[in-house]
C-alpha cells in the first residue's frame, strides 16, 4: 500500500509518501517540507492570509518534489491523505481542496486526517510501538497527553489550558531579546546559567490531575525581567542566563510532575510493554528529555521520541496516518470537510485555548 500524504495546517507545507507491504516495517519513500518561516518573519506570528495562499503555491511543487525522490509516478499511489484539521482553516482548505482534485483526477481514494493523530501516531511509523502507549505532544501549539489506542483511539488525560511551552519558550526569548524559535536560543542560555537564583512558579502543580498553565511563566519572568533592569538599568549576559535557566526549570518541573501522573493512569491499565513517547518541536529539549528518561526509567517505561525532523510538521506522519485509518477500512468521498477545530478525543470535555 503507497500513500500519498499532504500537511498544510500551519506554516509548513509538506508532501510525502509512505509504503507499508503487509506487516513490514512502514517506508518513508520521500518527505518534503517547505515552511513559510520567512514569510511570517516580519509580522511576529504566522499570518493566516498568507499562509492560506503560500499553501495554495506550494502543494503542487512539494507533490512533485515528493514523487522524483520517492521515484514513483502518480498512477504508482494508492490513496491520498490529507490533513482535514484541525488548524489554520484556509490553510487545510487548500490541502484538502488539492487532495480532492487527486484522488478524484486518479480514481483512487481519499483519507482525511487528523492533524494531532498525524502527531500521535508517529511512533508506529518510527519505532512500530504497540497500542497502547502514553504520547505527549509538546510543541508551538500543543501540549497533551493521550493514550493511544488505536489509530483513531485516543485518551485525552489532560493538557494546557493556556500556552503551549513551545509559545511560552517563544515569548521568553522574545522578553529577552534573543532569537526566535526560542527553544533553541533559551536552551542553549540556560545551560550557562544558574536555575537556583529564580524560582518561577509551576502552576497548578497543587491541583490533582494533568492539566498544565504555561502563561503565569511569562508573567512571571517579565517581573524578574523588569526588577533587573529598574535595579541596574539593564540585563548582563549572565542575567540573561541565569532567567532562562530558571525558566526551564520550572517547565521541566511542570513536564516532569504531570507526566508522573499521566504515566500512573496509563499503568492502571496494565499494557504489557508500556511506552511513553514524545513528539512535537519542544521534544528536541535536552534538558525536558533528560527529565522525562529519568521519570520512566523508574517506572520501566519506555521512552522514545522520534528523530526531530518527524516531531515536527510533516507530511510523512499523515500519510501514515492515512495509511493505518485506510488498513482499519475507513476512507473519505468528496464531501470531506475542512475543520479548523477537531478534538481527538470526542469525550473530552469542552476544550479552552491551547489546547485546539
Ligand atoms: P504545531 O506543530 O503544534 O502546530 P509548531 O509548528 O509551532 O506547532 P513545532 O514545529 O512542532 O510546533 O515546534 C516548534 C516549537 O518548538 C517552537 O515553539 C520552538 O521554540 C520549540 N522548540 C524547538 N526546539 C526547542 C528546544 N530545544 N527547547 C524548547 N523548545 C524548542
Ligand atoms: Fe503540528
Not at 501516531?121 to 509538546?138: E, I, K
Not at 483513531?152 to 519558550?169: K, M, N, V, Y
Request: glycine content about 12%; aromatic content about 4%.
Amino acid at each position: 500500500l503507497t500513500i500519498l500524504g499532504l500537511e498544510s495546517s500551519c506554516d509548513d507545507t509538506a508532501a510525502a509518501v509512505v509504503r507499508q507491504s503487509g506487516d513490514n516495517a512502514p517506508e518513508i519513500l520521500a518527505s518534503i517540507v517547505h515552511g513559510q518561516a520567512d514569510l511570517h518573519a516580519a509580522f511576529g506570528g504566522v499570518v493566516p492570509e498568507i499562509a492560506a495562499r503560500a499553501h495554495a503555491e506550494k502543494l503542487d511543487i512539494c507533490v512533485e518534489e515528493a514523487l522524483t525522490e520517492s521515484g514513483l509516478s502518480l498512477n504508482q499511489i494508492d490513496a491520498i491523505a490529507v490533513t482535514a484539521g484541525p488548524g489554520l482553516i484556509g490553510g487545510v482548505l487548500s490541502g484538502v481542496m488539492c487532495a480532492k482534485g487527486l484522488a478524484t483526477g486518479l480514481g483512487i481514494p481519499l483519507v482525511g486526517v487528523n492533524h494531532l493523530a498525524g502527531h500521535a501516531l508517529t511512533p508506529r511509523l518510527t519505532d512500530q510501538v504497540a497500542f497502547p502507549y502514553l504520547m505527549l505532544l509538546v510543541s508551538g501549539g500543543h501540549c497533551q497527553f493521550l493514550i493511544t489506542r488505536g489509530p483513531q483511539e485516543f485518551s485525552r488525560l489532560g493538557g494546557t489550558i493556556d500556552d503551549a511551552p513551545g509559545e511560552a519558550f517563544d515569548k521568553t526569548a522574545r522578553l529577552l531579546g534573543l532569537s526566535q524559535p526560542g527553544g533553541p536560543a533559551v536552551q542553549a542560555a540556560a545551560e550557562k546559567g544558574d536555575a537556583k537564583r529564580f524560582r518561577f512558579p509551576r502552576p497548578l502543580l497543587d491541583r490533582p490531575g494533568c492539566d498544565m498553565s504555561f502563561s503565569g511563566l511569562k508573567t512571571a519572568l517579565l517581573r524578574a525581567r523588569d526588577a533587573i533592569i529598574t535595579e541596574k538599568g539593564g540585563l548582563t549576559e549572565q542575567d540573561r542566563a541565569d532567567l532562562c535557566a530558571g525558566f526551564q526549570e520550572a517547565v521541566v518541573a511542570v513536564l516532569a510532575e504531570k507526566t508522573r501522573r499521566a504515566l500512573a493512569i496509563y499503568l492502571e491499565g496494565r499494557p504489557l510493554a508500556p511506552v511513553l513517547a514524545v513528539a512535537g518541536g519542544v521534544a528536541a529539549n535536552t534538558a525536558i528529555r533528560a527529565e522525562l528518561e529519568t521519570v520512566c526509567a523508574g517506572l520501566e517505561v519506555k521512552f522514545t521520541a522520534p528523530p526531530l525532523a518527524l516531531c515536527t510538521d510533516n507530511a510523512a506522519m499523515i500519510a501514515y496516518a492515512g495509511l493505518e485509518r485506510f488498513r482499519a477500512g475507513d476512507s473519505d468521498d468528496m464531501t470531506l470537510m475542512a475543520r479548523p477545530r477537531w478534538p481527538l478525543d470526542k469525550t473530552a470535555p469542552a476544550l479552552l485555548g491551547g489546547g485546539k
